[in-house]
């Protein structure tokens, strides 16, 4: 299954939380480094002190330096110690040089100071001798890392909220931009543009999102296709009542010169069936369009069907010959007898109608493997092969002028083409032009497949 957006928002949002954690760590690591040395104002001024006892010392004025380091110990608010350092190994053990030399009693005034500490470390100064030392525990204000706190604050949690607001922003524009097109495009297209598409403006990504735009305007195609196709039945059954209209108008106009009833009524009589069969054919095909159902649900045998329809077309049209060709029975079992029945009943009376009447009419019932196809051959003279489609066309008639097609709306195959899918099967015409030996076949042949369990 594709997942496209919820990978590439993962890995989005997977790379961005890495490199903010990333870019935190830097900047908390590198902001704490820099604010863990003493400034160094104070370092000079922390040298100063122990220059100032250094000479004190040195001079030996010790009351003046003891007192100067009370001082000293009031103002900074710490303590101060000048203290020897000698270590001397008892149990005769020993100690490395190298050990010496880095013995410290504080930490130098350079150095960097944990910020985390509760107490303020001791810093320490030695003197020339190396052996007395300065020592001062670093005053309060000397501290360094004073606003660490709040830097730690704003590195922790107001950092990242601008990084993820955008992050955020970018993900919302990623979603939200095909949506509020294919927003734009429907209330546009509930406004009446139906030709508006989504598509085309979402450039070249392809994800979940492009597949839901593809399913608008495949939607928005139907509907359209739809309702041209609504928009043209209607034009063309306006245009074909026109007819029977005119003529209701001349019987009503020769009924006002005072024709008698007896010879009246029958043309109205007429011309009302006409115009009831026009509307009714036209509103079946308009529902069939619109709503393409699937009929089911019944099961019949289809030769005692066929049959019963070539006796009624027997007694219509009581000089046709049919030739037929059918198993002994063949029990269709999810289908719907009306929908078969009308368009048999329209496929016949057309084979009828087009084709001399002392020409025979072939009915075949073959069975194949998944399907049934029932075939309707006459010896007419077919249709142009150009318009073998254009036949199934609602109001389609090859000639156009009523005197030669009288009885017909060009109503009959668009509709049987519908119930044939209605019952998922398919109807399809051929032009017949088939020479033997002695003979060349002609005609319209027309072959309904159906499903067959
Ligand atoms: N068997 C056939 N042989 C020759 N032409 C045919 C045949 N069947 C249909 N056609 C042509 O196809 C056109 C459309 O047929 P269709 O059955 O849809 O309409 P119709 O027969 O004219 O009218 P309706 O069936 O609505 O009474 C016909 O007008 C005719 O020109
Ligand atoms: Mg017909």
Known sequence: M?????????????????????????LTDETEWHMSFIKIEHQQQLNEYAKHAEQLYLQGQHEQLSDWLGTLQKNENTWVAIVKSSLTPTLGTYMQQEYLDRFVLGRGIDWKVHLYFNQNPVMEVPFVDKNTHFLIQLPE???????????????????????????????YQYVM????????????FSEGDHLVRVRPSLGSRNDELTDLADAFDQMAENTNDLIIKQRQLIADLSHELRT?????????????????????????????????????????????????????????????????ILEDAQYEFPHAQFITSFPPQLALVDCSQRALVQALENLIRNALKYSPINKAITITVDRRDKSVLIIISDQGNGVPDEYLESIFQPFFRVDKSRDKSPDGFGLGLALARRQIE?????LSARNLNETSLHTKATGLQMTITLPYP
């Open 2 to 26: 594709k997942n496209t957006l919820f990978w590439r928002l993962s890995a989005s949002i997977t790379i961005a939380t890495i490199t903010l954690f990333s870019l935190i760590n830097y």
């Open 422 to 426: 209605a019952i998922s099967g398919s």
């Open 177 to 188: 931009s095909p949506l509020q097109r294919l927003g734009a495009a429907t209330r546009k």
């Open 141 to 171: 204000r000397m501290r360094p890392g004073a606003y660490w706190q709040h830097m730690d604050l704003l590195l922790q949690v107001i950092l990242p909220l601008l990084p993820l607001l955008l992050l955020t922003w970018l993900i």
């Open 244 to 308: 029977p209209i005119t003529r209701m108008e001349m019987a009503i106009g020769s009924a006002k010169q005072g024709i008698s009833e007896t010879e009246l009524l029958p043309r109205l009589e007429k011309e009302t069936a006409e115009i009831r069969m026009l509307i009714e054919d036209t509103l079946t095909l308009a529902w069939l369009e619109n709503e393409k159902p699937i009929l089911t649900g019944e099961a019949f045998d289809l030769i005692e069907l066929i049959d019963i």
